[in-house]
């Protein structure tokens, strides 16, 4: 499933997103409804967005994360941000960006440990 420098990767019941270095607007514009009905029809219970190897990070695509992770949230899934790189983290902060109803992980690896726990510890309780 891949398109626009975006691939989405199932792994249990997770996406794994990874995004382009460079993502043009195009692209990050269909981030979110390519992810929803991916999300959807798999019925997966957590997304991780890898952006390790984006470079820049401007308001338009930090939006767009934030707004697919509270859309994700809304139809029960967790987003976990995976990989954010230094450069990229500085630019979030001076853009006044806050990433606070996101959750964010070194890499993906961390970011698979922290849904398995979250699905483990609230998952299963959710769907009664």
Do not use: W, Y
């Not at 960006?97 to 964010?104: D, F, G």
């Amino acid at each position: 499933m891949e398109e626009l420098g975006i691939a989405v990767l199932k792994i249990r019941d997770i996406l794994l997103v990874t995004i382009s270095a460079e993502p043009d607007d195009l692209t990050i514009s269909s981030l979110q409804k390519k992810v929803l009905e991916i999300m959807e029809r798999v019925q997966a219970k957590g997304l991780i967005i890898d952006i390790s190897t984006v470079e820049i990070l401007d308001s338009f695509f930090a939006r767009t994360l934030l707004e697919t992770a509270q859309m994700i949230s809304l139809m029960g899934g967790l987003t976990v941000i995976a990989g954010m790189r230094p450069d990229v983290a500085i630019t979030a902060t001076q853009l006044g960006l806050t990433m606070e109803s996101v959750i964010c992980a070194l890499d993906v690896d961390r970011a698979v440990e922290i849904l398995e726990r979250r699905h483990v510890k609230f998952g299963t309780n959710n769907e009664r």
